[in-house]
């Protein structure tokens, strides 16, 4: 399938992409991961043969598609911010993509209305997409996107541009019409919750390079590294100066600046340890949110790390709390 | 509360007589006198030796080297547009600034200046005539078509490159690549996404474009030569050469009625049609040119308009300092070389012959009419737009009223007057001071434009918080409408100014002999046979380049982002 091998990439002359490489297979749906700027658009944009890479090959069922231009690749790519052609309606934006394969009349209307009816907009044919909703575009993007039933379908932060309530409806929408495709599918994100509901497969991009590639269990359980738990949110990153007393542990690595522990909110434990563990604090509470059975709530220690844990009690803003979590339960990471 | 309506009713009454009464006597009445004159049986003599070829032959010639114009401004300004909206090269800012300067340069400096590159006396003539020893100029583009569609394309192009490169530095590069991705080749993307959605600016360039070149005057008077007269041109022809007014009055009916069918279609056409939906949040950035076709489109494109920009000017300047003549009593033995003397002999006062005028008079005269009509344009223009803010839902209706003068050309405001005024018995002195007015009228459409945002952008809280704190109207309009609209008002001087200054074709019609304005001068010395009529033409147009540049630069440098006259 496609097969993406040792892309490099610069931006204003700092490198953007540095050597990355990946696959993927028959009906896989991948998440790229990545904060914003950090080339995950750029990525696509070569696949899709819309720029070039200074180097590397993008290689589909190990053809090299070095000299085959954007329109014959085949490849669907959805824009973040849609890009629907403002000068023509609902309908022929999605019959854009079969026209130019110069299918029949009677098969483009054929399949723009069954696109139509898949995304419960058959009475939206002849509107504008000017006068759509943010959701309307969004899903009229997609259908555009899918009708010329592209190899490869490639999705920018497909639901970007939508607010906090529509994105969570139409990640669901969203899943089921990309399972239901069959298609393989790279969907870029910054979110990571959005990824862990959408993905197989979920590639981390930091660098210009893939820094980690693996089912979300296998990320959420381990980290490759520091970056990876701050960027996913797993929870607290502590270094050796956060810590009170000296470092005694044989099963951790050499203590070092370029560890840090992961300590996770919901394994935090209140009160004194019984046996002995570098990781004992006391703080102010910051902050208690509830949070549905359970309280955030934020600490701060005396040398001003700010700890972040999961309470089953609600406490008082400035009370002084002990707090520990039991060595089993920390994660040291490279950082 | 009804007085306090009624109080303000007879103040928007008031705002409105004055700017009213002046286009009423000024500008109305010239145009329906036209029409009176036309339509009247006083003139039945005249209709007798009518024949309506004397309308469509220059009706036809104007269409014709309009259309042809417009076609080849779009050939060389649509890639232009494409290239300033694309590409990032070395010079780009200042090819861009180099671009806009025709737009603002008075026809006789244009004229003048294409006369010093093409003319029996320019550069290109005498360069060939010392390269293979020839006793007479070989080439003679002056007084033909060609020449005029040059000057026509070296004026306009700016108009094509700010209208259609604006709009397609705007578009959402997206929305072509997104074809691409859906199959379509890049021709075929170029074809079904990005020209339909720049036809709406490309149209309006194109109208405005057509609209310049259908009511051109005075490049078609001093490079077309005597065989070549457009609509304009025979107005002038007829008025002034054969005193047939009637027929120059038909002409400009016909002239009118055209120009305002395509300023129509020019603000049908203004109406964004796709709004935001096309637009891209900022605006895209610009590349290097890569691979050899780029690289060929560009190094093509600004060579072709560095030569088409920069030749006139600095040929123009550069002949106004070279002597090229035959010394006197010396006959056959050539002067050539460097001189300062026309520009000495500009401000010397030589009575050489009756029809001579010295230029320092020109000079004088201009200043002054100058002076005046940036006065009164510019008060007339504020009093103007006060009303228009006043008048609410009402200005919808007034605002064209002000505006009309735009389509009318200054050769039918030329005629007007001369119908009105001339008629009565009138001094020359008095007809003098027509002229200041005709420059307003021209003016005043560009001066209402320039001010009418500035005063809509002040938010009406800071009157009434000054009116809270105490301040009567008068002092309201000094410490707060004043020092915001200051910089408008600036502009519109300036701009007012610069207008009249090189303001050719109502001049050309209510200036007298003795009495002749900058570029009416200019004409005539160019017209005149001998080398220093030719020199100080060229010296006149010369500084009279400067100051419009120096004049442009300035309205560049002072007037706020977003408000553009054209």
């Given at each position: 399938m496609l097969s993406v091998r040792d892309i490099y990439k610069t931006y204003e002359g700092a490198p953007l992409l540095n050597g990355l490489s990946f696959d993927l297979a028959q009906g896989e749906i991948i998440c790229l991961l990545g904060t914003s700027g950090s080339g995950k658009s750029t990525l696509l944009r070569i696949i899709a043969g819309l720029e070039e890479a200074e180097s590397g090959a993008v290689c589909w069922d190990g053809f090299d598609l070095a000299n085959t231009p954007a329109h014959q690749r085949g490849f669907g790519l959805m824009f973040q911010d849609y890009?629907?052609?403002?000068?023509?309606n609902v309908y022929d934006n999605i019959a854009f993509g079969l026209r130019m394969q110069k299918r029949s009349e009677a098969e483009i209307e054929k399949n723009v209305g069954e696109r139509l009816k898949s995304i419960r907009m058959e009475s939206f044919a002849k509107r504008p997409v000017t006068e759509l909703s943010g959701g309307e575009q969004q899903r009229v993007a997609l259908a555009r996107a899918l009708a010329p039933d592209p190899h490869l379908l490639m999705l920018d932060e497909p639901l970007g541009a939508l607010d906090q309530g529509l994105r969570e409806e139409l990640t669901q929408e969203l899943r089921q019409t990309l399972r239901d495709s069959h298609k393989p599918v790279i969907y870029v994100t910054h979110d990571h919750q959005e990824a862990f509901g959408l993905a197989d497969r979920l590639l981390i991009l930091h660098d210009g390079v893939i820094v980690q590639d693996g089912s979300p269990q296998e990320l959420f359980e381990n980290p490759a590294n520091a970056w990876v738990a701050g960027f996913l949110g797993l929870g607290n990153l502590i270094s050796e100066n956060d810590l009170t007393k000296g470092m005694l542990m044989s099963k951790q690595p050499e203590p070092s600046d370029e560890a840090v522990w992961l300590l996770r909110p919901f394994n935090a434990r209140m009160g004194e340890s019984q046996t002995e563990t570098p990781f004992q604090f006391e703080g102010d509470v910051l902050d208690c949110i509830y949070m549905g059975e359970r309280y955030r709530t934020k600490l701060r220690t005396p040398r001003g790390t700010i700890l972040s844990i999961e309470t089953p009690d609600l406490w008082v803003l400035g009370e002084k709390i002990k707090v520990y979590w039991s060595v089993e339960d920390v994660q040291c990471l490279k950082n | 509360m009804t007085r306090m309506m009624k109080r303000s009713i007879w103040q928007t009454l008031l705002l409105w007589s004055l700017p009213l009464a002046f286009l009423l006597v000024f500008f109305y009445q010239p145009l329906v006198a036209i029409f009176r004159l036309v339509f009247s049986t006083q003139f039945s003599q005249g209709w007798k030796l009518f024949r309506w070829s004397q309308i469509t032959k220059p009706l036809g010639f104007t269409l014709y080297q309009a259309t042809l114009s417009t076609i080849l401004t779009l050939i060389l300004g649509l890639p232009a547009a494409y290239l300033f909206a694309r590409f990032q090269f070395a010079g780009r800012k200042f090819l861009r600034v180099l671009i806009t300067i025709p737009f603002i340069l008075p026809t006789v400096v244009v004229a003048a200046a294409f006369n010093t590159l093409l003319g029996s006396r320019g550069w290109l003539n005498l360069g060939l005539m010392s390269l293979f020893n020839l006793s007479s100029p070989p080439i003679n583009m002056l007084n033909s078509l060609s020449a005029i569609l040059l000057a026509h394309v070296f004026y306009n192009i700016s108009i094509v490159i700010r209208m259609v490169g604006s709009s397609l530095s705007r578009l959402n590069q997206n929305l072509p690549l997104v074809a691409q991705n859906l199959g379509a080749s890049p021709w075929r993307a170029f074809k079904e996404v990005t020209l339909p959605l720049l036809m709406p600016s490309i149209l309006s360039a194109t109208l405005m474009v057509f609209l310049f070149d259908f009511s051109s005057f005075g490049v078609v008077l001093m490079l077309g030569g005597p065989q070549f007269s457009t609509l304009e041109v025979e107005i002038y022809n007829q008025a002034m050469n054969r005193f047939n007014l009637p027929v120059a009055g038909l002409l400009s009916i016909v002239q009118l009625a055209f120009t305002l069918l395509v300023s129509v279609l020019i603000n049908r056409s203004n109406q964004p049609r796709y709004g935001k939906a096309a637009m891209a949040s900022e605006s895209s950035g610009l590349r290097v040119a890569k691979g050899s076709w780029e690289k060929a489109f560009v190094i093509i494109m600004v060579t072709v308009l560095l030569l088409l920009m920069v030749t006139p000017t600095v040929s123009l300047v550069t002949r106004s300092f070279f002597t090229f003549e035959a010394a006197r009593g010396e006959r056959g033995e050539l002067n050539t070389g460097f001189t300062l003397r026309y520009y000495r002999e500009l401000f010397e006062n030589r009575e050489q012959s009756l029809f001579y005028v010295p230029p320092i008079l020109a000079i004088r005269n201009s200043m002054i009419y100058a002076g005046i009509t940036m006065l009164l344009a510019t008060t007339l223009g504020l009093i103007s737009v006060y009303a228009i803010q006043k008048s609410g839902s009402l200005s919808r209706f007034l605002e064209p009223l002000f505006m009309l003068p735009l389509g009318a050309s200054a050769i039918t405001l030329g005629l007007g007057f001369l119908i009105v005024f001339g008629s009565s018995v009138l001094t020359q002195g008095r007809f003098q001071a027509l002229i200041p007015i005709a420059h307003s009228l021209v003016a005043l459409p560009l001066v209402i434009r320039t001010l009418l945002p500035a005063l809509r952008g002040i938010p009406a809280n800071l009157r009434l918080a000054a009116t809270s704190m105490g301040a009567s109207p008068l002092c309201v309009f000094r410490e707060v409408d004043l020092p915001i609209l200051f910089r408008a008002i600036v502009v519109s001087l300036l701009f007012a100014f610069t207008i009249s200054l090189g303001e050719f074709g109502a001049s050309s019609f209510l200036s007298n002999t003795a009495m002749p304005t900058i570029p009416v001068a200019i004409f005539r010395y160019l017209s005149q046979p001998g080398a220093l009529n030719y020199g100080q033409a060229l010296a006149m147009s010369s500084l009279l380049m400067v100051v419009c540049v120096a004049g442009s630069v300035i309205i560049e440098r002072i007037r706020l982002p977003g408000e553009e006259v054209f």
């Amino acid at each position: 399938m496609l097969s993406v091998r040792d892309i490099y990439k610069t931006y204003e002359g700092a490198p953007l992409l540095n050597g990355l490489s990946f696959d993927l297979a028959q009906g896989e749906i991948i998440c790229l991961l990545g904060t914003s700027g950090s080339g995950k658009s750029t990525l696509l944009r070569i696949i899709a043969g819309l720029e070039e890479a200074e180097s590397g090959a993008v290689c589909w069922d190990g053809f090299d598609l070095a000299n085959t231009p954007a329109h014959q690749r085949g490849f669907g790519l959805m824009f973040q911010d849609y890009a629907l052609f403002p000068h023509r309606n609902v309908y022929d934006n999605i019959a854009f993509g079969l026209r130019m394969q110069k299918r029949s009349e009677a098969e483009i209307e054929k399949n723009v209305g069954e696109r139509l009816k898949s995304i419960r907009m058959e009475s939206f044919a002849k509107r504008p997409v000017t006068e759509l909703s943010g959701g309307e575009q969004q899903r009229v993007a997609l259908a555009r996107a899918l009708a010329p039933d592209p190899h490869l379908l490639m999705l920018d932060e497909p639901l970007g541009a939508l607010d906090q309530g529509l994105r969570e409806e139409l990640t669901q929408e969203l899943r089921q019409t990309l399972r239901d495709s069959h298609k393989p599918v790279i969907y870029v994100t910054h979110d990571h919750q959005e990824a862990f509901g959408l993905a197989d497969r979920l590639l981390i991009l930091h660098d210009g390079v893939i820094v980690q590639d693996g089912s979300p269990q296998e990320l959420f359980e381990n980290p490759a590294n520091a970056w990876v738990a701050g960027f996913l949110g797993l929870g607290n990153l502590i270094s050796e100066n956060d810590l009170t007393k000296g470092m005694l542990m044989s099963k951790q690595p050499e203590p070092s600046d370029e560890a840090v522990w992961l300590l996770r909110p919901f394994n935090a434990r209140m009160g004194e340890s019984q046996t002995e563990t570098p990781f004992q604090f006391e703080g102010d509470v910051l902050d208690c949110i509830y949070m549905g059975e359970r309280y955030r709530t934020k600490l701060r220690t005396p040398r001003g790390t700010i700890l972040s844990i999961e309470t089953p009690d609600l406490w008082v803003l400035g009370e002084k709390i002990k707090v520990y979590w039991s060595v089993e339960d920390v994660q040291c990471l490279k950082n | 509360m009804t007085r306090m309506m009624k109080r303000s009713i007879w103040q928007t009454l008031l705002l409105w007589s004055l700017p009213l009464a002046f286009l009423l006597v000024f500008f109305y009445q010239p145009l329906v006198a036209i029409f009176r004159l036309v339509f009247s049986t006083q003139f039945s003599q005249g209709w007798k030796l009518f024949r309506w070829s004397q309308i469509t032959k220059p009706l036809g010639f104007t269409l014709y080297q309009a259309t042809l114009s417009t076609i080849l401004t779009l050939i060389l300004g649509l890639p232009a547009a494409y290239l300033f909206a694309r590409f990032q090269f070395a010079g780009r800012k200042f090819l861009r600034v180099l671009i806009t300067i025709p737009f603002i340069l008075p026809t006789v400096v244009v004229a003048a200046a294409f006369n010093t590159l093409l003319g029996s006396r320019g550069w290109l003539n005498l360069g060939l005539m010392s390269l293979f020893n020839l006793s007479s100029p070989p080439i003679n583009m002056l007084n033909s078509l060609s020449a005029i569609l040059l000057a026509h394309v070296f004026y306009n192009i700016s108009i094509v490159i700010r209208m259609v490169g604006s709009s397609l530095s705007r578009l959402n590069q997206n929305l072509p690549l997104v074809a691409q991705n859906l199959g379509a080749s890049p021709w075929r993307a170029f074809k079904e996404v990005t020209l339909p959605l720049l036809m709406p600016s490309i149209l309006s360039a194109t109208l405005m474009v057509f609209l310049f070149d259908f009511s051109s005057f005075g490049v078609v008077l001093m490079l077309g030569g005597p065989q070549f007269s457009t609509l304009e041109v025979e107005i002038y022809n007829q008025a002034m050469n054969r005193f047939n007014l009637p027929v120059a009055g038909l002409l400009s009916i016909v002239q009118l009625a055209f120009t305002l069918l395509v300023s129509v279609l020019i603000n049908r056409s203004n109406q964004p049609r796709y709004g935001k939906a096309a637009m891209a949040s900022e605006s895209s950035g610009l590349r290097v040119a890569k691979g050899s076709w780029e690289k060929a489109f560009v190094i093509i494109m600004v060579t072709v308009l560095l030569l088409l920009m920069v030749t006139p000017t600095v040929s123009l300047v550069t002949r106004s300092f070279f002597t090229f003549e035959a010394a006197r009593g010396e006959r056959g033995e050539l002067n050539t070389g460097f001189t300062l003397r026309y520009y000495r002999e500009l401000f010397e006062n030589r009575e050489q012959s009756l029809f001579y005028v010295p230029p320092i008079l020109a000079i004088r005269n201009s200043m002054i009419y100058a002076g005046i009509t940036m006065l009164l344009a510019t008060t007339l223009g504020l009093i103007s737009v006060y009303a228009i803010q006043k008048s609410g839902s009402l200005s919808r209706f007034l605002e064209p009223l002000f505006m009309l003068p735009l389509g009318a050309s200054a050769i039918t405001l030329g005629l007007g007057f001369l119908i009105v005024f001339g008629s009565s018995v009138l001094t020359q002195g008095r007809f003098q001071a027509l002229i200041p007015i005709a420059h307003s009228l021209v003016a005043l459409p560009l001066v209402i434009r320039t001010l009418l945002p500035a005063l809509r952008g002040i938010p009406a809280n800071l009157r009434l918080a000054a009116t809270s704190m105490g301040a009567s109207p008068l002092c309201v309009f000094r410490e707060v409408d004043l020092p915001i609209l200051f910089r408008a008002i600036v502009v519109s001087l300036l701009f007012a100014f610069t207008i009249s200054l090189g303001e050719f074709g109502a001049s050309s019609f209510l200036s007298n002999t003795a009495m002749p304005t900058i570029p009416v001068a200019i004409f005539r010395y160019l017209s005149q046979p001998g080398a220093l009529n030719y020199g100080q033409a060229l010296a006149m147009s010369s500084l009279l380049m400067v100051v419009c540049v120096a004049g442009s630069v300035i309205i560049e440098r002072i007037r706020l982002p977003g408000e553009e006259v054209f």
